[in-house]
């Protein structure tokens, strides 16, 4: 079993829509919480980040962690077309060590 | 906004030949990563450095090396480049006590043939 899952997609929707990309994980140890946006053929862009569980917010984006549940997510209100990427969430704990730990990639298609 | 810069963006070269990829940070960030990168697929840590002079393998088996010998500096070599290195080339840098936060890179996209 993966250390995060997340669902590949694709996910389509309409422009204006709200959007929720989700992981889960197993490993209880896991501190910070990350959601990166990758346009094709360029490198992880950093979205947002938190520390351990609760919301953050930051224009049409808000993260949210559940600890309890070993689940995160990232929602995106106001969807536009220029969204379309894949969104890929990452986590890594407090050991100091190099370990990030990334999913795979939701892939979002936001329709005119 | 990230200052990780990688070059050469894209590069198609021939079986057995020599590269190096480059990438340079300007944060002042003590570890730099090297990830691997398939189309549609997970990122796979191959080397990492916690700083000048340290460099470590990751968790997916490279033949590729790495070298330290400036903060500001990771190159990544192939030896000898054989089609199953056709991949894209991920350089990352954080920074040694932050866990919270990786930044990328845009990638070099390696095509051998």
């Known amino acids: 079993q993966k250390e995060v899952e997340q669902d590949p997609g694709p996910l389509s929707v309409p422009e204006g829509a709200i959007v929720s990309l989700n992981c889960t994980y197993s490993?209880?140890?896991?501190?910070?919480f990350m959601w990166y946006r990758q346009y094709s053929r360029k490198g992880p862009e950093l979205l947002m980040y938190?520390?351990?569980?609760g919301n953050k917010e930051d224009g049409r984006f808000t993260a949210q962690v559940d600890k309890s549940s070993k689940y995160i997510s990232l929602f995106i209100r106001d969807s536009q077309p220029s969204d379309s990427a894949t969104y890929l969430c990452a986590m890594s704990s407090t050991s100091g060590t190099y370990k990030y730990i990334f999913g795979t990639g939701t892939r979002l298609k936001v329709l005119a | 906004e990230a200052d990780i810069y990688q070059t050469p963006r894209y590069l198609v070269i021939g079986t057995g030949k020599k590269i190096t990829l480059e990438c340079s940070q300007t944060m002042g960030h003590d570890k730099m990563y090297w990830y691997q990168q398939d189309p549609g697929m997970e990122l796979h840590l191959i080397h990492y450095?916690?700083?000048?002079?340290?460099?470590e393998k990751g968790d997916l088996s490279s033949e590729s090396t790495v070298s330290r010998i400036r903060t500001e500096h990771f190159p990544l070599t192939l030896e000898s480049a054989r089609p199953s290195h056709t991949s894209q080339y991920l350089c990352a840098s954080s920074e040694y006590n932050r866990e919270d936060t990786i930044y990328f890179g845009e990638g070099s996209w390696l095509t051998v043939v």
């Open positions: 938190t520390y351990s569980s």
């Open positions: 450095s916690y700083g000048v002079n340290s460099t």
């Open positions: 490993n209880s140890a896991f501190q910070y």
